[in-house]
């Protein structure tokens, strides 16, 4: 694997740098990683762009393609021990959007979004609560949190929030007031001069 000089004079591996990233989610952070690597680590045969292509492929939201580009290159030994963690984070982060987003998707589009076979799928996300009717999945919805059923230290938080909130209102509302009648009070004494 190929390694540059960084900052400060330190080895960095920019590869697995971009791969952390990715497995946080962050595409943004490893764009620009990308953008501030040294060209010698942009070519096709360095990890760097291999994980470049599967980035690009997330900032579009085509998973498709990010699984895809997952398992068609060869990567370096450092890298490759973490791709299982990359992979696993994004099909659940996938997963977790679609199950938000649909009430029912096909079976072929929910494997092809998650890169699995459409058995491994099933399995999947029967696993995480989906139900199947023919070839169409769905998602189990959970219901939003009550208000009611917050811990004692939650509530507590909660309510000073609250109480915070509403004394910056009126703490805005005063100085909205004072501000106009301020303007407000010149014009009276010219009308009196």
């Not at 963690?85 to 998707?105: N, Q, T």
């Not at 494997?111 to 769905?138: H, I, K, N, P, V």
């Not at 959970?142 to 009611?148: E, M, N, R, Y």
Request: hydrophobic share 35%; charged share 25%.
């Amino acid at each position: 694997m190929m390694r540059s000089l960084g900052q400060h004079g330190n080895t960095h591996s920019y590869p697995l740098h971009m791969l952390l990233y990715m497995i946080e989610g962050d595409t943004v952070g490893a764009r620009f990683l990308y953008k501030r690597a040294p060209d010698t680590l942009k070519t096709p045969e360095n990890d760097l762009e291999g994980l470049w292509l599967i980035n690009k492929s997330l900032m579009r939201r085509d998973y498709e393609a990010a699984f895809a580009a997952l398992g068609s290159s060869t990567w370096s030994e450092e890298v490759a021990q973490r791709m299982d963690a990359l992979r696993e984070s994004l099909r659940e982060r996938v997963h977790s959007l679609l199950a938000k987003s649909y009430s029912a998707i096909s079976l072929g589009t929910l494997s092809r979004s998650l890169g699995l076979s459409e058995d491994g799928c099933q399995q999947f996300a029967q696993d995480r609560g989906w139900s199947f009717t023919g070839d169409e999945a769905s998602p189990v919805l959970t219901p939003p949190a009550k208000l009611g059923s917050f811990s004692g230290t939650d509530a507590r938080t909660l309510q000073n929030i609250i109480r915070q909130c509403g004394a910056l209102e009126a703490q805005v509302i005063r100085q909205d007031v004072f501000a106009k009648s301020s303007e407000n009070t010149p014009a009276e004494e010219k009308k009196m001069d």
